[in-house]
C-alpha cells in the first residue's frame, strides 16, 4: 500500500507541475490556461495512483492487477478535452494546436509523477517550457521567411472581381503562388497566396482594396 505522505507528494507534485505548463499558456491568453492543466494533470496523477493500489484488497490468486489498463485510457480520453481547446477560423486557420499537444503532455506528466518518476515528470516539464516559450521566438524569426502569406477578398455578388484581379496581377512586385475564384449566387471569394511578400506591400494592398466598390470583407493571413 501507499502511504498518504506519498499520495499528498505526488498529487501535489503533479498539480505544481501542470501549474508551470499552465501559467505559460495563461501568460498568452490561451484557452486552456492555468486552473486547466492543473486538474488535468491532477487527475492524471490519481488516476495512475488508483490504478496501481486501489484494488489491492480484491487481489488473489486468480485476479492478477494491470495497471497500465486504467493510465492508458488517459492518454486516448485527453484528447477530447484538447480538441475542445482547437478553433477552426472561417479564414481556413487552425489554432490551439499548441495547447492542445500541452494539455496531452501534462496530462503524460501526471501519469509520471503519479507513478513516482519524479525525474521524469521534472525532466519533461523543463523541457514542455522550454518548447513552448523559448523556442516560440526562434521559430518566428528563423521560420518567417518560409510561412506563406495569404489574402481572401470576399465581393458582392453583383460586383464583378476584375478590379481586385487586376490590381494584383498587375504589380510586378508579387510573387503569386496561386490565385483561387470561387463564385456563387450571394458573393465571389478570391483567395490570392503569395510565396514571399513584404508586409508593409501586403498592408498597403489591403487597403486599396478595401476601397474598391463591392468589396464586403479582406481576410488575410502573415
Same mark, same amino acid.
Given at each position: 500500500?501507499?502511504?498518504?505522505? /506519498? ?18 499558456? /495563461? ?42 489498463? !486504467?493510465?492508458a485510457q488517459v492518454v486516448s480520453g485527453i484528447g ?49 517550457? !522550454? ?15 518560409f510561412r506563406q502569406r495569404s489574402i481572401k477578398v ?42 514571399k511578400i513584404d508586409k508593409l506591400l501586403l498592408t498597403? !494592398? ?5 476601397? /474598391? ?10
Amino acid at each position: 500500500m501507499i502511504s498518504w505522505p /506519498e499520495i499528498l507528494l505526488r498529487l501535489s507534485l503533479a498539480s505544481f507541475f501542470g501549474a508551470v505548463i499552465g501559467i505559460e499558456r /495563461e501568460r498568452k491568453q490561451e484557452t486552456a490556461g492555468l486552473r486547466t492543466h492543473m486538474m488535468v494533470s491532477l487527475g492524471s496523477s490519481l488516476i495512475i495512483i488508483v490504478s496501481a493500489y486501489g484494488f489491492t484488497d480484491v487481489l488473489g490468486k486468480n485476479i492478477v492487477l494491470d495497471p497500465s489498463r !486504467i493510465a492508458a485510457q488517459v492518454v486516448s480520453g485527453i484528447g477530447f478535452i484538447g480538441a475542445g481547446t482547437i478553433l477552426f477560423l472561417k479564414q481556413g486557420i487552425t489554432r490551439g494546436l499548441t495547447t492542445a499537444t500541452g494539455l496531452w503532455t501534462v496530462a503524460a506528466i501526471g501519469l509520471a509523477t503519479g507513478a513516482g518518476l519524479y525525474i521524469a515528470a521534472l525532466i519533461a516539464t523543463f523541457i514542455a517550457l !522550454i518548447i513552448l516559450w523559448v523556442l516560440q521566438p526562434v521559430e518566428k524569426r528563423f521560420l518567417d521567411n518560409f510561412r506563406q502569406r495569404s489574402i481572401k477578398v470576399i465581393t458582392d455578388g453583383k460586383a464583378p472581381p476584375l478590379d481586385v484581379l487586376n490590381k494584383i496581377f498587375q504589380d510586378n512586385t508579387l510573387d503569386i503562388l496561386s490565385c483561387i475564384l470561387d463564385k456563387s449566387d450571394d458573393a465571389t471569394i478570391i483567395s490570392f497566396s503569395f510565396n514571399k511578400i513584404d508586409k508593409l506591400l501586403l498592408t498597403k !494592398i489591403i487597403n486599396e482594396i478595401q476601397c /474598391e466598390v463591392g468589396v464586403k470583407e479582406v481576410i488575410w493571413n502573415s
